[in-house]
């Protein structure tokens, strides 16, 4: 067994897993917090703090803190999402030490000085623009904003411009405050590593974080609409979906099936009716994102603004038909899809240590590999059909479109035609 994992006294957790054929390691401190979690006046704090952390403590300054990862050879990054953010470093084996200072130290003593978090905050605002500028990610935006509308759950990660301005050192050392709590965080290290000596580390580092219970998500209410976005594109990019399920819902292996054979690869439904033999896109897939009460599934595709019509037209016919209709050979190259996706993150020290940390926030254990694979496996064609009828017949659709005004007021139409029926 090459996975051990020790709960400190304060409630932080450190788990591992030895790769003996690798000499790097990666170490990654994963907090239970994310874009779901900001209050009405805290849009995109989660996302600011996370790019702060890498802007000075009492000890290092920001350059110095880069050029004395690299110096070894490391990296150092984090990454921001509704229900966790995370901090990482790769390093080879004999330097974890060093990324494991490096971390405690962000997160434990961060200046947040004024001249940086200003001009941060203008890094950021950049962002949020450069995202704007890229409509097949700024549908998704709205598609979000449309299945849970007016909370923290349907809100962007970046925030706003004006928000993000409106931050405050104070704000951020009171969020940092009240989330990143001992309890809430899970330290994940795998590759060449040494449990005893992690553990250790993470006991000296981090042993500012208090043991308060941070406060729980925000309930998430999908409500479902239909928002389109008129610009003059050359392309019309679409998002379609429904109200998925929680991670901690025993349907979600036969949902994970049924999304990878809809539009999960290139023998999918969906990229072989519609791109292969109408040739109404260059790209479509289909995806489901669980959160810890509620998920989001949806289909995603750009067209021509002339075809989007036809495009929405058949994709919700191909939905409906997949649904009912999933074949046993689609559902076994579904399922041998998602062994091999799971099994992957063991050929990766830093996929790994994402794993183990997530798994942890939203189960409380490490889940065994072998028996995912067997669940996968165990999963009929009866679980998928009955499954996915639920999914698309349970709750209303949600539908988000940007491009040419041209077609988008038709294919709005069509998609409230089917929310009415």
């Known amino acids: ?40 006046d805290e849009h995109g704090i989660s996302h600011l703090l996370e790019h702060m952390a890498f802007k000075g403590t009492s000890r290092r300054t920001a350059r110095g803190m880069a050029e004395e990862i690299e110096a070894i ?21 004999e330097d974890l030490p060093v990324a494991a200072d490096i971390l405690a130290d962000i997160l434990t003593d961060p200046l947040f000085e004024a001249g940086e978090l200003a001009k941060e905050k203008n890094v950021i605002v950049q962002e949020i623009g450069a995202a704007e500028d890229t409509p097949d990610d700024v549908v998704f935006d709205h598609f979000v904003a449309a299945a849970f509308p007016g909370q923290p759950l349907g809100r962007t990660i970046l925030g706003t411009p004006q928000a993000v301005r409106s931050a405050t050192s104070d704000k951020l050392r009171g969020y940092m405050g009240r989330s990143y709590t001992a309890r809430n965080t899970v330290v994940a290290a795998a590759g060449a590593v040494d449990h005893d000596q992690v553990v250790a580390l993470v006991a000296e580092k ?26 003059p594109l050359e392309q019309s990019n679409i998002v379609i979906g429904f109200e998925g399920i929680s991670y901690l819902d025993p349907a979600i292996y036969a949902i994970g099936v049924f999304t990878n054979l809809l539009g999960g690869g290139l023998s999918s439904r969906l990229f072989q009716e519609v791109r292969e ?13 669980s959160y810890a009460d509620t998920g989001l599934f949806g289909i995603s595709a750009g067209t021509d603004p002339k075809d989007v019509s036809d495009l929405t037209i058949l994709t919700l016919d191909i939905l409906h038909a997949t649904a009912s209709g999933a074949t046993e050979a689609e559902i076994g190259r579904a399922k041998a ?39 996968i ?27 040419p005004k041209r077609g988008l007021d038709k294919v709005a139409r069509i998609a409230e035609q089917f929310r009415s029926s």
Not at 206 to 221: L, S, Y
């Open 206 to 231: 981090f042993a500012p974080f208090t043991d308060a219970i941070a406060p729980a998500h925000e309930g998430a209410r999908y409500g479902g609409g239909i928002k389109t976005v008129g610009r």
């Open 277 to 289: 033999e109408r040739g109404l896109c260059y790209e479509i897939h289909s995806f489901h994102w």
């Open 1 to 40: 067994m090459t996975t051990h994992m020790t709960t400190l006294p304060s409630g932080l957790t450190v788990v591992t897993d030895a790769m003996a054929h690798l000499k790097t390691a990666a170490i990654t401190v994963t907090v239970g917090v994310g874009g779901r979690d900001e209050r009405p």
């Open 337 to 375: 899809q998602m062994k091999v996706g799971l099994l992957g993150a063991l050929e990766s020290s830093s996929a790994r240590t994402d794993q183990m940390a997530r798994q942890i926030l939203a189960f409380g254990r490490l889940l065994d590999l072998d028996d995912i694979a067997a669940k």
């Open 73 to 93: 050879g490391g990296d150092l990054n984090a990454a921001t999402a509704s229900e966790n953010t995370s901090y990482f470093a790769k390093v080879l084996g």
């Open 377 to 403: 496996e165990a999963v009929t064609i009866d679980d998928v059909r009955g499954s996915a009828e639920k999914l698309v017949r349970s709750s209303p659709i949600t539908f988000a479109a940007i491009g």
